[in-house]
């Protein structure tokens, strides 16, 4: 189970924002990376990916987003949040299938 | 362009059957894992089922194993659900994805399924 904290984030631009996840179980992959996930669903489109593996940024995604955290306790960062970054952010574990997404983070302007 | 169009979803009845599409392009597809995740609209995701490369395995959730049956067509670069025994709680957009959780992940539109009386 992945628990997000917390569900509603109201943020100024330009300031700094966090989200957490924790799950109840390590999420160390026999690979040696965390399978712990993170992904934006801005609003009226699908999701993408924002972190991959914990801490790492897939091609693309502004260097304004971070990812740290190991075992079971994962965060999400925004260095200065920015206008467009609004909408629901989820993490997702993919340690072994069922894959389960956490509830879910509303950011808001 | 790299894309992931889904289509097929639409209006069922409770017990009914839809087979929902997904078709690729601009990439080789064959070379990647496929997933189908669904959400309510205005709630969370919900990761239905994935098939590996060859489509020699798959995974699904709890909730649809048995009913659901994911499969590909490496030649037509197309990814498939079958969906049978739908109830009202399979009511949802359904999404296609490409290397959920790696580095070259890649979500689709989605498409509509209702399932209604």
């Known amino acids: 189970v992945l628990t997000q904290s917390p569900l509603s984030l109201p943020v100024t631009p330009g300031e700094p924002a966090s989200i957490s996840c924790r799950s109840s179980?390590?999420?160390?992959?026999?690979?040696?990376?965390?399978?712990l996930h993170w992904y934006l669903q801005k609003p009226g489109q699908s999701p993408h990916l924002l972190i991959y593996?914990?801490?790492n940024r897939p091609s693309g995604v502004p260097d304004r987003f971070g990812g740290s955290g190991s075992g079971t306790d994962f965060t999400l960062k925004i260095s200065r949040v920015e206008a467009e970054d609004v909408g629901v952010y989820y993490c997702?574990?993919?340690?072994?299938?069922?894959?389960?997404f956490g509830q879910g983070t509303r950011l808001e302007i | 362009e790299e894309q992931l169009v889904e289509s097929g979803g639409g209006l069922v009845h409770p017990g009914g059957s839809l087979r929902l599409s997904c078709a690729a392009s601009?990439?080789?597809?064959?070379?990647?894992?496929m997933h189908w995740v669904r959400q309510v609209p205005g709630k969370g995701l919900l990761w239905v089922s994935r098939?590996?490369?060859?489509?020699?395995?798959?995974d699904y959730a709890d909730s649809v194993r048995g009913r659901f049956t994911i499969s590909r067509d490496n030649a037509k670069d197309t990814l498939y659900l079958q969906m049978n025994s739908l109830t009202v709680e399979d009511t949802a957009i359904y999404y296609c994805?490409?290397?959920?959780?790696?580095?070259?992940?890649?979500w689709g539109q989605g498409t509509q399924v209702t399932v209604s009386s």
């Open positions: 593996s914990a801490s």
């Open positions: 997702m574990q993919a340690l072994e299938p069922p894959y389960t």
């Open positions: 179980e390590s999420l160390l992959h026999n690979r040696g990376h965390f399978s």
């Open positions: 994805a490409r290397d959920v959780s790696g580095a070259d992940d890649s």
């Open positions: 601009g990439f080789t597809f064959s070379r990647y894992w």
């Open positions: 098939l590996n490369e060859d489509g020699s395995r798959t």
